[in-house]
């Protein structure tokens, strides 16, 4: 939880300062929550590997891509989504306390329940 709550104070920071119009295809918040829980799921599960970092960060990228072609969403539409929403931190602050909800649920929800 740490680690995601660094993250996001860092895309806080990092783009907060930008002030750009509403993106032609802005993901939804819904769309948004859906793709971040995958990615951060995504990201433990690399970070659990037995493997060196740069291994590690390698495979990350690999499982990111999947989780983009999961959701039908380029990444650059993400990233471009992901820097709007980044611009009202309290939509950004929403989203992510969505974001927990969903990876607790799926934390909590044993493998044979689960809809993924």
């Not at 060196?52 to 999947?66: A, G, W």
């Not at 309290?90 to 990876?103: E, F, Q």
Request: contains cysteine.
């Amino acid at each position: 939880m740490k680690r995601l709550f660094a993250i996001t104070c860092s895309f806080l920071l990092l783009f907060s300062c930008n002030n750009q119009d509403t993106p032609k295809n802005l993901l939804s918040e819904d769309k948004m929550v859906s793709v971040l829980a995958d990615i951060h799921l995504t990201e433990g599960i690399a970070s659990a590997m037995p493997v060196s970092y740069d291994s590690s960060q390698v495979l990350y990228t690999l499982l990111e891509k999947d989780v983009f072609v999961k959701h039908q969403v380029s990444d650059s539409l993400f990233t471009e989504s992901m820097r709007y929403y980044l611009q009202y931190p309290g939509i950004m602050d929403k989203i992510y306390a969505r974001v927990i909800d969903t990876l607790v649920v799926w934390e909590t929800t044993p493998m044979s329940e689960e809809n993924n």
